[in-house]
């Protein structure tokens, strides 16, 4: 299931010909958000609007819209739901809200919010950003919805060009759109886990590098063992500077180069360390 094919019609047909839309915030009974390029707009009855009085409001869409997203079998996406999110085929990044159900805390009785982030193909690793990133183990630091993910998937497609690349790719975002796979080098481990990847990639696929999208603190156990390995990684964390990702995991010295990222349309810092 796409994007465009799980929404409501009062949705698509004022969304579906934009460009550069980030982000869409449907809420039940209240008014339709979407990010354009970095800025926010109600969805109204003929278009975009910054007056919240002409926007759309509709009732109870958000249990439709999953239902619709899930190809009508919730049960078969309870695992990623009680996550609190699931992705489509397109890559969009569906994370939910709502009710609870009762002890179940992974279980959702209703859905209220709904928070679809829609990816971009952006080529944004520079030639010198690449020549520092070769250097060793890499991470890239950044808030939610700086294009952390839009980066990872830029580095992965370049360093293929020269080097043996995996591809940990736990939530089918990274290479969601076979274009880009198509176009690059690299080998893509879809849906597992980084505990299955980390052993198995590197013995199956003896990579150079690996790739792998938003560390958890239950991770860092797999990047000393891969380090120690002799396979270079690319990873991203949650954070705005070096220091939160420092105190969070406490593996900082195994990396040799930070980027930073910004909210501000894929900006960022390259900043070099001393890795042991």
Not at 13 to 31: A, G, M, Q, T, Y
Not at 90 to 111: K, L, P, Q
Not at 150 to 176: A, M, N, P
Request: charged share 20%; proline share 2%.
């Amino acid at each position: 299931m796409k994007l465009f094919d799980c929404l409501p019609t009062e949705i698509s047909d004022k969304v579906s010909s934009l460009k550069n839309i980030r982000e869409l915030r449907i809420r039940n009974h209240r008014p339709v958000k979407v990010n354009v390029g970095g800025l926010w707009y109600y969805v109204g009855g003929s278009g975009l609007t910054q007056n919240i009085e002409k926007a759309i409001v509709l009732g109870e869409v958000c249990d439709r819209i999953v239902q619709v997203a899930c190809n009508n079998s919730v049960y078969a996406y309870e695992k990623m739901l009680a996550k609190g999110f699931f992705t489509l085929q397109d890559g969009v990044r569906i994370g939910v809200c709502g009710h609870v159900a009762g002890s179940r805390e992974t279980v959702f009785r209703t859905y209220t919010s709904l928070c679809l982030r829609i990816p971009h193909n952006v080529g944004c690793v520079d030639y010198a950003t690449l020549i520092q990133c070769q250097k060793g183990n890499t991470v890239v630091i950044g808030p939610p919805c700086s294009g952390k993910t839009t980066f990872l998937r830029d580095l992965s497609v370049k360093l293929s060009k020269q080097y043996s690349v995996l591809v940990i790719d736990e939530r089918g975002e990274l290479f969601y759109d076979d274009d880009v796979l198509n176009a690059c080098d690299c080998d893509v481990l879809k849906w597992s886990s980084k505990e299955y990847a980390f052993d198995i990639g590197v013995r199956a696929m003896s990579p150079d590098f690996i790739i792998c999208d938003e560390l958890a603190d239950i991770d860092v156990g797999f990047v000393r063992s891969c380090v120690n390995s002799g396979v270079k990684i690319a990873c991203s964390a949650h954070g705005y500077t070096l220091d939160d990702f420092a105190d969070k995991f406490g593996v900082a010295s195994y990396f040799a180069t930070a980027i930073i990222l910004s909210k501000e349309n894929l900006s960022f810092s390259v900043k070099a360390l001393k890795s042991t």
